[in-house]
């Protein structure tokens, strides 16, 4: 059974940093390629970052420069570093997880999400 677990939310002052994870498991880690999604309310679910099986990295504009992805396959977790985060930065961030690889490709999970709220 797939499993993406986040984790590190919370709430964070406007300026400040935090670090979220997302632990995997039940899959083969490093032929999927892993990404950050967030929905704020009201709002439809979006793209905040991704990186590939092979770590290339893709940022939406709102986050580029302020966020960075990044994965560590040898513990199956997936990364987002946020600093200098916003008020428009909160969110439920979702971890994603999508097979590029064989008969996994395409096979695609989600996690259930962590809360982000960055409020003074």
């Known amino acids: 059974q797939v499993r993406l677990v986040e984790s590190g939310g919370g709430l964070v002052q406007p300026g400040r940093s935090l670090t979220l994870a997302c632990a995997a498991s039940g899959l083969i880690f490093n032929i999927y390629d892993m990404g950050w999604y967030r929905q704020a309310p009201g709002k439809q679910r979006e793209l905040v970052a991704t990186?590939?099986?092979?770590?290339?990295?893709n940022y939406a504009d709102a986050v580029k420069g302020r966020f960075t992805i990044s994965r560590d396959n040898s513990k199956n977790t997936a990364y987002l570093q946020m600093n200098s985060l916003k008020p428009e930065d909160t969110a439920v961030y979702y971890c994603?997880?999508?097979?590029?690889?064989?008969?996994?490709?395409?096979?695609?999970?989600w996690g259930k999400g962590t809360l982000v709220t960055v409020s003074s």
């Open positions: 994603n997880a999508r097979g590029v690889s064989g008969i996994y490709y395409g096979m695609e999970y």
């Open positions: 990186i590939s099986s092979d770590a290339n990295t």
